[in-house]
């Protein structure tokens, strides 16, 4: 099983910018997706974006075009940089991830299920301010 840990929330303007952090350590998957969801108070957690063992990557519509989600496998770090954040961006988000049985193709996160995602990190608070 994967652990995974989160850094880098915190609190800034409408307009800025963050990067977090999801270290993983533990067993290396040779397939998986990784990402991030996030929770605001009152709502149902949902997806933020995610990107697979060959670097493609999904991401959820109201985020397209300010985040950007990348990693380092030498680090076996997944970052999400977060521009342009706005107060709706306020939440708590946290790192998921999961192996990929070896008969799914094309864009391994699109497959995927929130249910699906085995290992979850503590979350990182993010809030925007107007």
């Known amino acids: 099983q994967v652990q995974v840990v989160e850094s880098g929330g915190g609190s800034v303007q409408s307009g800025g910018s963050l990067r977090l952090s999801c270290v993983a350590s533990?067993?290396?998957?040779?397939?998986?997706?990784m990402g991030w969801f996030r929770q605001a108070p009152g709502k149902e957690r949902e997806g933020v974006a995610f990107i697979d063992s060959t670097g493609s990557t999904i991401y959820a519509d109201a985020v397209k075009g300010r985040f950007i989600i990348s990693q380092d496998s030498a680090k076996n770090t997944l970052y999400l940089q977060m521009n342009s954040l706005k107060p709706e961006d306020t939440a708590m988000y946290y790192c998921?991830?999961?192996?990929?049985?070896?008969?799914?193709?094309?864009?391994?996160?699109?497959?995927?299920?929130?249910?699906?995602?085995?290992?979850w990190g503590q979350g990182t608070q993010v809030t925007v301010s107007a």
């Open positions: 998921a991830a999961t192996r990929v049985a070896y008969y799914i193709t094309g864009n391994y996160c699109a497959r995927l299920k929130e249910a699906d995602f085995g290992s």
């Open positions: 533990g067993y290396r998957y040779s397939r998986y997706c």
